[in-house]
């Protein structure tokens, strides 16, 4: 079956920083799509990027992250962490083979930003 | 837009009592999953289905865990006997399954068993 491997638990940075969250994966499938959700305190997880091209940057809200199939890896970055910033991440993947969209989530990992 | 729907909010029980969790989906979404999430782990699926059908439930612990869609519509999770490890959050989720795979969640119900 698919797993997602974020291997940060939590990560703390400073504001203004560049923060990195690490995302790899494994499936057997070749049509999949990758995410990453982002839940604020006492929120419903929401999407915040998503994409299915191999090598393509995707940008949103700030952050981005590029798809690498060579390295089975979907990296989440932010130039300069904010404050309103700090939540849980949770990347995911989703194989629609036969029609049918099954998603995996990582464990997540939490950002902190403090000032 | 209305969002997806859950309810209760919050639950409490005692092991060996009965909980049903409800969901209204997002109006038109024909794909709806329920979500397991222990304390600090992540979204951990238990069943999907699209309309009616279920799709997969392979995780669904079946002896005391059993999940219905019977319209396409709202759906209903319930744990027959529960557990103190089915102590966790239940998320309820949607999407159009024919081109959009991302999924819009609801506030979950979070669970407590004594």
């Known amino acids: 079956g698919d797993s997602v491997t974020q291997t940060e638990g939590l990560v703390t940075v400073t504001e203004g920083l560049p923060v990195k969250l690490n995302c790899t994966y494994q499936t057997t499938y070749l049509t999949i799509a990758f995410f990453w959700y982002v839940q604020y305190l006492n929120e419903a997880p929401q999407v915040l990027l998503k994409s299915s091209t191999d090598n393509k940057r995707t940008e949103h809200q700030g952050f981005h992250a590029t798809l690498h199939k060579s390295s089975s890896s979907f990296h989440l970055q932010k130039s300069s962490a904010q404050l309103s910033d700090s939540a849980l991440y949770y990347c995911?993947?989703?194989?629609?083979?036969?029609?049918?969209?099954?998603?995996?989530f990582g464990k997540g990992t939490s950002l902190v930003v403090h000032p | 837009e209305a969002g997806v729907t859950q309810s209760p909010r919050y639950a409490v029980l005692q092991e060996g009592q009965a909980v049903s969790f409800w969901c209204d989906p997002i109006?038109?979404?024909?794909?709806l999953y329920w979500y397991q999430q222990p304390r600090d782990q992540g979204p951990q699926l238990l069943v999907y289905?699209?309309?009616?059908?279920?799709?997969?439930n392979s995780q669904l612990p079946s002896d005391r865990f059993s999940a219905v869609r019977p319209k396409g519509t709202n759906s209903t999770l319930k744990i027959q006997s529960a557990k103190q490890g089915d102590t966790a959050t239940y998320l309820c989720?949607?999407?159009?399954?024919?081109?959009?795979?991302?999924?819009?969640f609801g506030h979950g119900t979070k669970l407590s068993v004594l």
């Open positions: 989720a949607s999407s159009f399954g024919g081109s959009n795979e991302r999924l819009f």
């Open positions: 995911a993947l989703s194989d629609h083979t036969g029609g049918n969209y099954k998603p995996t």
């Open positions: 109006s038109g979404h024909d794909t």
């Open positions: 289905f699209r309309d009616e059908a279920v799709i997969d």
